[in-house]
T-cell receptor, first 113, second 114 residues
């Protein structure tokens, strides 16, 4: 009964390094998304996907890439890390439509020095 | 314009009292869902309760109820008989039918006092 699995839980990067945050779900959800959470700003949508092969930008997409080659996986790539990307990142998934709640992973705390 | 507004950054409530967390929303869609999430200090996001735009009855889940006033565009969370374990951040969120994206408010930090 894994739900949404995010790895790693913690990561420290130097400015300019790249990395991939992994996200996998086993609930056969069509919809997957990435959020970042910063103090006082709630959760802001980075990228989302409504199905395999389909991705779109959210509120704050700059500096991040995503792809969705399978229904289960939705990795988030940081191309060249910047201190402004220090944040807590959440992956979430759901069935499609307005009436389904999102199920969240446990988050990744990323620090960029 | 803000889609979800939570006007109470922080609240302190005595244990066993009821508490209402405010949430107003803005949408022109007819189909939308309203959600409340709890984030304890451990950091995970816990889904609490949901209300659909076409639902005529207020949603309830145990001690949680959602006071849905469609004409006022408000979706307040009511927690009855508060407990120390209710201390957490609470986020209101909306999902619009056309866009599917879930938009969050900035949250309310609730502290229950023994």
């Amino acid at each position: 009964n894994a739900g949404v699995t995010q790895t790693p839980k913690f990561q420290v990067l130097k400015t300019g390094q790249s990395m991939t945050l992994q996200c996998a779900q086993d609930m056969n959800h069509e919809y997957m998304s990435w959020y970042r959470q910063d103090p006082g700003m709630g959760l802001r949508l980075i990228h989302y996907s409504v199905g395999a092969g389909i991705t779109d930008q959210g509120e704050v997409p700059n500096g991040y890439n995503v792809s969705r080659s399978t229904t289960e996986d939705f990795p988030l790539r940081l191309l060249s890390a910047a201190p402004s990307q220090t944040s807590v990142y959440f992956c979430a998934s759901s069935f499609g439509g307005a009436f389904s709640p999102l199920h969240f992973g446990n988050g990744t705390r990323l620090t960029v020095t | 314009a803000q889609k979800i507004t939570q006007t109470q950054p922080g609240m302190f409530v005595q244990e066993k009292e009821a508490v209402t967390l405010d949430c107003t929303y803005d949408t022109s869609d007819q189909s939308y869902g309203l959600f409340w999430y709890k984030q304890p200090s451990s950091g995970e996001m816990i889904f609490l309760i949901y209300q659909g735009s076409y639902d005529e009855q207020n949603a309830t889940e145990g001690r949680y109820s959602l006071n849905f006033q469609k004409a006022r565009k408000s979706a307040n969370l009511v927690i009855s008989a508060s407990q120390l374990g209710d201390s957490a951040m609470y986020f209101c969120a909306m999902r619009e039918g056309r866009r599917e994206k879930l938009t969050f408010g900035t949250g309310t930090r609730l502290t229950i006092i023994p």
